[in-house]
């Protein structure tokens, strides 16, 4: 909302200076976006009438002008001009000589062409009104109130200085989406009186209603969207600019001047907060307006040219033989638009049912000053005051006869609220007595009475008021409970005046399991070398099938900003990718990133009955090495396994999608698959750009963080251990962790270490085969192991192994 | 044999032996040199093992002048030793010597994320105000997200959301989430008063990504619901989280404004860290800097989650993750946040 001081002065009495209102207006709920200084003082500019040109000998792109700036005909006073625009008999600016005008320009006596120029004549951007520099700025033609030749410029157009504050309005305050409503507030605050501003041109009554039309009929045939409807005749209207002033206003206030008729319709809508509709009664046939809902497929062209398609939940203004001529609060029709010809006007103004024109703006996609206005409810009982403002304004320009005035509706009654005094005080944390609390609504437009003794349940004790009644101003349709009258007395009572005080806390304040091991997850995989990403939540489709999903089972965003950010990622591997990619196209290869983040799944069963059913959503982790194989992933995963402290830790050999098919493995803890680890597709590699292999580890944090009951210690033999090597070959499809396993298993309790030492193929172990060397270490609890015992367990493990893998011992 | 001239043989033996000692070049020869002369069989010895044969008188001078040789070489050879061990540890360092700044970059070490150090950081400071640490789903009801939170469908609040919504269940039934709120409905559904909550996470709009726009951001939020909780109790909380997290001398104000979900509704400022509220580029000159909003907790939130308003009272207050950490780095443009460039990762 932007606000010109100079306006809200004239509703103001003795308003305090600038800079204490743009410090009070944030403390109201008004916060304070931009201040902007516009105008100038423009000593010695005089409003001149041209009285004759003539051409200058010798030149051809200047003339001498004469003008009478307020010395008469007879004392004119000379000027050279470049411009072109204007004719005898037009009323223009002249910068006197010895003016300063804006951008330090010095306007002295000048001789040009063997003449004299004893000023200058001025565009508008030369005043530093605008950017307009096209020619002189015409103010009017012939004889203008208010623009006699000599009268200082800004007092005859008042296009003086002005400050213009742009105002931040919440969505709960319509009412300040004016003027009127802007000075209410300021007015409570500084405790002074709203000026009302003065009315004239009072309506004919109907007898003497010249040329004997009848007045306009009004009919509401969808009393729920419309509450109240006034409709004025003022006849006699010539269509033309707006006075200089006012056309200012109406485009410091953030909207275009365009005529006196549409100016002055949007004047009364900035300054009373109602919006309102001039048709051109010579194209409503039947001198009437009938309100009704749409018909499914009705259409309706609106003023902006755009042929609509109107829906039954719409609500349209008729002309009396129902023809649509409005879509009610959001736009009027093109076919009684004012124009050029236009003498007489029916100005409508109403009280819409704020969900009604909300409904059609979003449907339509079509805002406009007056829904965002109507949408967010309006003043009932305003109507006639902005009428009578309306053929005010334009009576001072359009010279009209104020011809007839129909309401059809009433107000609804003020809506009364309980205010229980105590309450205030419990939920601020003040101790104000009531008269304070009163005297904060009162100052709002609020009216208390009461008290009410006994009111809310409670007797009231002598002396004290329990509760009072409040009744809410029609212009404020955010307040209908007490939680509002309370919010209303904070904001009044200044929320820096409220004692504050801080509340101690009865709970432990502790992270959860998951969040801390969350943490240590997260140092953990930083430990190995990866640093931490968070990328967008949002995949193309193409992201998707790319890195093999099922496109089927991802989730969709229905309204996505872009198509290329439309699926949920089911995974973070794409984002991870187009990281790493990022990063090599700017020469940053061989890194290592990760990410702990939500993905998204739609589950195999469609959402049943359980209102609460949500898509699957899971917390995952996942960490790329690019320029690292799946070795080196297996490391990492390790690492990681190692520092969450995991007990039961497997990888089983498994093909997972996006990943390399022959090198990738299922991670099982605790026997429960938890995720992956190996090597991104070299496919995909390609696909997204990146070169070399590329490790991937990828988790669930569900079962990754599961709580796990406390370590218990394990106590650490202090007799000796004896280790032996065992290398088997083995046929290249059995894993080396089954191997690993058997030995854990067939060892028993005696072997508490085992590890894979070397790795071998070739000659002499026969193709398709590999060595794998193991190391175990024997170890009992309570005593030295003899040669002997651990040449019967190695026996054993042999034995086991060369059976269950069908591995042969290499000597 | 005299005495005399055993004394004076005595005498060159030594002075021999010393200065052969002292000649020794390494630590082999010294020890030869060493047993050559101190050793059983080395003259000194012989010439004790002869001590008898001389009268008592010159046995005693003798013997005197022996011991006296031998303390002689003793000392010579121990000294010897000591400068030669330090001359061969001294080479044997020499030849291990190694220029650290021949050593080629060590391997990445990995950063966490800006926006988890400053939520971790941020979790840590509620924490020790004796809140806990809420989370949940990014996916959500629309009841959740908006009808809980005194948002009926066709509000006009819900307009300025910018919601995304998601192919699940009928239409626009589900969102994903616009802000943290939807988790204080979850919190206070599944718990009873009292709730001293926070909950941090990632929120979606349906933004133009730009310098201060993503469609995916991060917000925490907080939630307190007592007996006889006050606006008073929500100021002073959020002026003690500021101190606490800013730092001393950061002080917080409130102004109006309104949230469908909390009335008395305020947004809240702080004293911008960057001037001390003087008046700098980063706060537009007007010392202070805008953070989030906060409220009462609306009564019809509470009917919605099946608490009496008349009995308990709460507050909450939400800001931006992202918008911290960017103020506090200067990082001007919150889409570096999101491309995974290790230049950036690696900075923090």
């Known amino acids: 909302m932007r606000v010109p001081l100079s306006w809200l002065r004239e509703l103001l009495a003795d308003a305090p200076p600038d800079d204490d209102l743009v410090r009070v207006l944030p403390t109201l709920g008004l916060a304070v976006e931009s201040v902007e200084r516009v105008g100038d003082p423009l000593d010695g500019v005089v409003v001149a009438r041209v009285l004759d040109i003539a051409p200058i000998e010798g030149a051809d792109k200047i003339r001498l002008v004469q003008v009478d700036a307020g010395g008469g005909e007879d004392d004119p006073v000379a000027v050279v001009c470049g411009a072109w625009n204007f004719a005898v008999g037009d009323l223009v600016p002249l910068a006197t000589v010895g003016t300063v005008l804006p951008g330090d320009f010095q306007i002295a006596q000048r001789r040009l062409k063997g003449v004299t120029s004893n000023g200058m004549l001025c565009a508008a951007d030369e005043l530093g009104l605008g950017a307009d520099h096209a020619g002189i700025f015409v103010l009017g033609r012939g004889s203008v109130d208010g623009l006699e030749p000599g009268r200082p410029f800004v007092a005859a157009t008042g296009l003086g200085p002005d400050t213009v504050l742009d105002l931040e309005v919440n969505g709960n305050r319509p009412d300040c989406q004016s003027m009127i409503g802007v000075a209410r507030d300021l007015a409570a605050r500084f405790g002074l009186d709203v000026v009302r501003p003065e009315v004239l041109y009072p309506i004919v009554a109907e007898a003497d209603i010249a040329g004997g039309a009848a007045r306009p009929t009004v009919e509401i045939d969808a009393p729920e969207g419309c509450g109240r409807f006034l409709a004025r005749v003022l006849t006699g209207v010539s269509v033309g600019p707006s006075p200089l002033w006012l056309a200012r206003r109406v485009e410091l206030a953030g909207m275009r001047a365009i005529s006196n008729v549409v100016d002055v319709s949007n004047y009364v809508m900035l300054e009373w907060g109602q919006p309102n509709h001039a048709y051109d009664l010579a194209a409503l046939p039947g001198r009437g307006l009938r309100v009704r809902w749409a018909r499914g497929g009705e259409r309706l062209v609106t003023l902006d040219g755009v042929d609509r398609t109107l829906s039954d939940s719409d609500l349209l203004i008729c002309d009396a033989e129902d023809a649509p001529v409005g879509l009610a609060g959001v736009m009027g029709g093109a076919s009684s638009e004012i124009g050029d010809a236009t003498t007489d006007v029916l100005v409508e103004l109403a009280w819409f049912d704020a969900m009604t024109v909300a409904r059609t703006s979003k449907r339509l996609n079509l805002r406009s000053e007056a829904s965002a206005r109507f949408e967010r409810g309006t003043d009932p009982e305003v109507l006639e005051e902005a009428a009578d403002r309306f053929s005010t304004l334009l009576g001072a320009s359009g010279v009209a006869t104020v011809e007839g005035d129909v309401v059809v509706g009433e107000a609804p009654a003020r809506t009364r609220v309980t205010l229980r005094p105590a309450r205030v005080n419990a939920l601020l944390g003040t101790t104000m007595g009531d008269d304070e609390i009163v005297g904060h609504l009162d100052a709002l437009g609020f009216s208390v009475a009461g008290p009410l003794p006994g009111a809310g349940g409670a007797p009231a004790s002598a002396g004290e008021v329990t509760a009072y009644d409040v009744t809410v101003p029609s212009w404020r349709p955010d307040s209908s409970a007490e939680i509002d009258l309370v919010e209303e007395v904070a904001r009044l009572h200044g929320y820096d005046r409220i004692p504050r005080t801080v509340p101690v806390s009865s709970r432990t304040g502790r992270l959860t399991h998951h969040q801390r091991a969350r943490r240590g997850l997260r140092q953990v995989v930083a430990g190995t070398g990866a640093s931490e990403a968070w990328t967008t939540t949002f995949l193309s489709a193409g992201d998707v099938a790319r890195v093999g999903l099922d496109i089927e089972g991802t989730l969709r965003v229905t309204n996505p900003l872009v198509a290329d950010e439309s699926q949920l990622r089911p995974s973070l591997l794409p984002g991870l990718l187009a990281a790493a990619a990022y990063n090599a196209s700017h020469r940053q290869a061989d890194l290592a990133l990760f990410e702990i983040g939500r993905t998204f799944r739609r589950p195999p069963v469609a959402p049943g009955a359980e209102a609460d059913r949500l898509p699957d959503e899971r917390e995952e982790l996942g960490i790329l090495l690019a320029g690292r194989d799946a070795v080196a992933a297996t490391e990492v995963w390790q690492a990681v396994a190692e520092g969450l402290g995991l007990a039961e830790v497997e990888l089983v050999t498994a093909a997972a999608p996006g990943l390399h098919p022959t090198r990738c493995a299922q991670i099982l803890v605790g026997g429960k698959p938890v995720g992956w680890v190996g090597e991104v597709d070299p496919a995909v590699v390609e696909a997204v750009g990146l070169t070399g292999r590329v490790g991937w580890v990828e988790a669930r944090l569900d079962r990754l963080l599961a709580e796990r009951p406390p370590v218990q210690l394990h106590p650490v033999s202090r007799f000796p251990s004896s280790d032996i090597d065992l290398a088997f070959e083995v046929v290249d499809d059995v894993p080396a962790a089954a191997v690993e396993r058997t030995l854990r298993r067939e060892g028993g309790e005696l072997v508490v270490d085992t590890w894979l030492f070397d790795v071998y193929r070739g000659a002499p172990v026969a193709e398709g085969h590999r060595s794998l060397g193991f190391t175990v270490r024997f170890q009992a609890a309570d005593r030295t192991l003899t040669d002997d015992e651990v040449a019967t367990a190695r026996t054993r493990l042999i034995d086991s192994v060369t059976s269950t893998h069908g591995a042969t011992l290499r000597g | ?348």
């Open chain 2, 1 to 348: 044999m005299t005495a005399l001239s055993e004394l004076a043989e005595l005498s060159d033996l030594a002075a021999e032996v010393v200065a052969a000692v002292s000649a020794a070049s390494t630590v082999e020869e010294l020890r030869a040199l060493d047993a050559a002369a101190l050793g059983k069989k080395g003259p000194l010895a012989q010439r004790k093992a002869q001590l008898g044969g001389l009268a008592p008188d010159d046995r005693r001078v003798v013997g005197q002048a022996l011991n006296a040789a031998k303390e002689a070489i003793e000392a010579a050879v121990q000294s010897r030793r000591r400068t030669l061990e330090a001359g061969a540890r001294a080479a044997l360092l020499e030849a291990e010597r190694l220029d650290l700044t021949e050593v080629g970059r060590a391997r990445r070490r990995g950063h966490l994320h800006l926006v988890t150090q400053t939520r971790d950081e941020l979790e840590d400071v509620f924490v020790g105000m004796g809140f806990q640490v809420a989370e949940g789903p990014e996916v959500e009801t629309d009841w959740h997200n908006f009808e809980a939170l005194n948002i009926p469908p066709a509000h006009p609040a819900r307009s300025a959301f910018d919601t995304l919504y998601v192919d699940w269940g009928e239409p626009e039934s589900t969102v994903l989430r616009t802000h943290t709120s939807p988790v204080q409905i979850r919190v206070m559904t599944t718990q009873e008063p009292p709730i001293y909550s926070v909950m941090p996470g990632r929120v979606y709009r349906q933004d133009t990504p730009d310098a201060s726009h993503l469609p995916n951001f991060h917000q925490i939020e907080g939630l307190v619901v007592d007996r006889g909780i006050t606006f008073g109790d929500l100021a002073g909380t959020i002026d003690l989280f500021t101190e606490a997290y800013f730092g001393r001398g950061i002080r917080s104000r409130l102004r109006p404004s309104y949230f469908p979900f909390t009335e008395p509704s305020a947004e809240f400022d702080i004293t911008c860290p960057f001037c001390g509220g003087e008046g700098c580029r980063t706060c537009g000159r007007t010392g202070w800097i805008e953070l989030g909003g906060c409220g009462m907790v609306h009564p019809n939130v509470f009917r919605a989650v099946g608490y009496d308003p008349e009995v308990w009272s709460g507050y909450a207050f939400g800001f931006g993750i992202d918008r911290l950490a960017m103020n506090r780095h200067g990082i001007d443009d919150i889409r570096e946040l999101i491309v995974g460039d290790i230049r950036f990762l690696e900075q923090f």
